[in-house]
């Protein structure tokens, strides 16, 4: 997967000099130490990281960890005091007025908490703002602003006013509005919070919707870790202004790799967490003929062609009697096979003790083995303190 976004060394004081705080955080100051020495608040700190183009990247901390500034100073909402912000290579840093304002136009868009909707403009003129600002034809932003409301579900509302609208709707106009310009980057600056439960969930699901449709780079920044572990194919963890973890959500929750982010894993279901994928056994055979090859062990198996798609299951009596006598069953034994994304909750309800459960690929390969004590094992299984990504 390609690289979209680059963030380097990055840091913000919020002074007007940061040159003496920089100084003491490059050598191995705090944000409180900066602070105690000279008033400067601290907002980013020596901060790294790569987001794929295409991921769902969330950026999570709680109050005063920056990840709201570290989402600002991405499209210089907040003017970075040292490092380097590069999107598709280009530096967005020492861009001048004009450079920046072209970037923000045409490649990054943003979805704030609060809608920040135009009150006296109707819904579709909301949409097409931005579109505007970039000057393009009437008839064409309007065009383009009805097919994005199409997309989000908000066809029928398009000549209302935002007053006339429900939270969740109005934000999926903003949303809307920032989908309209078609950017390389989507910034949403905890774009849910606002919301009622309910609203939320469902705006997570659409969001979720949407980017199976649009494969967007979304750069998401939240609070709340099952709202990360939900939306994120990956999840940067920050406290005091610094990034403390960063890995895939299923990563940071085996290894958090600190107290803090440990606190944020305790309450997590992990069975609607994991995937098939993240406890399958490669399988082993034990058997080969020009009936096929056989897969499997104790708990059970499979009988596969040679393309390696299954065409039987075998008990784990049946492959030992295989393994002793070296003929197959007459029978052709039933079997479950489930997708690699299928989450261990799914999987749970069709696996039985005496037969295994066959992991596939999306061309029906066979690539894994699951049984009953694995999945019970990494549910039950308790976070280490190593770091993995």
């Not at 920040?116 to 383009?144: D, S, W, Y």
């Not at 998401?220 to 963890?237: M, N, S, V, Y």
């Not at 596969?304 to 007459?330: F, H, S």
Request: a neutral charge; glycine letters at 10%; one cysteine or more.
């Amino acid at each position: 997967m390609s690289e979209r976004l680059r963030i380097e060394n990055l840091y913000k004081v919020f002074t007007k000099d940061p040159t003496e705080a920089l100084q003491i955080l490059r050598g191995g100051g705090t944000k409180d130490s900066v602070f105690a020495k000279l008033g400067q608040v601290v907002g980013l700190d020596d901060v790294s990281l790569s987001v794929p183009a295409g991921a769902m990247y969330m950026i999570m901390g709680l109050s005063g960890s920056g990840k709201s500034t570290l989402a600002r100073c991405v499209n210089r909402l907040n003017e970075p005091s040292a490092g380097r912000i590069l999107l598709d290579g280009q530096d967005v840093v020492p861009l001048d007025e004009k450079a920046l304002r072209e970037v923000r136009r045409t490649r990054m868009s943003m979805v704030f908490q609060h809608f920040a909707l135009l009150p006296n403009k109707r819904v579709i003129e909301n949409v097409e703002f931005g579109l505007k600002l970039r000057g393009v034809a009437p008839a064409q932003r309007r065009r383009r602003a009805e097919e994005v409301l199409a997309v989000v579900g908000l066809a029928r509302w398009g000549y209302h006013l935002p007053h006339e609208l429900s939270g969740g709707m109005r934000q999926r106009v903003g949303l809307a509005r920032a989908l309209a310009t078609d950017a390389d980057i989507l910034i949403m600056d905890e774009a849910f919070s606002a919301l009622d439960p309910l609203i939320r969930t469902e705006m997570q699901d659409e969001l979720l919707r949407l980017q199976r449709t649009l494969n967007k780079t979304i750069l998401f920044i939240t609070h709340d870790f099952q709202e990360a572990l939900k939306l994120g194919t990956r999840i940067a963890i920050m406290s005091e202004g610094k990034l403390v973890r960063e890995g895939t959500p299923q990563s940071i929750v085996l290894a958090p790799g600190s107290d803090y982010v440990a606190a944020f894993t305790r309450e997590i279901d992990r069975a609607r967490l994991f995937d098939a994928r993240s406890v399958m056994k490669s399988p082993a055979v034990v058997w080969r003929g020009p009936a096929g090859i056989v897969v499997g062990g104790a708990e059970g198996g499979f009988l596969l062609d040679q393309q390696e798609q299954v065409v039987a299951g075998l008990a784990g009596a049946e492959i030992a009697r295989l393994q002793q006598t070296g003929e197959l069953p007459a029978g052709r034994g039933p079997y479950v096979c489930v997708p690699e994304a299928t989450k261990l909750v799914d999987v749970a309800r069709c696996c039985r003790a005496d037969q295994a459960v066959g992991v596939i690929d999306e061309g029906g390969k066979l690539v894994g083995l699951l049984g009953a004590d694995e999945i019970l094992a990494r549910i039950a299984n308790s976070p280490s303190t190593g770091a993995a990504s």
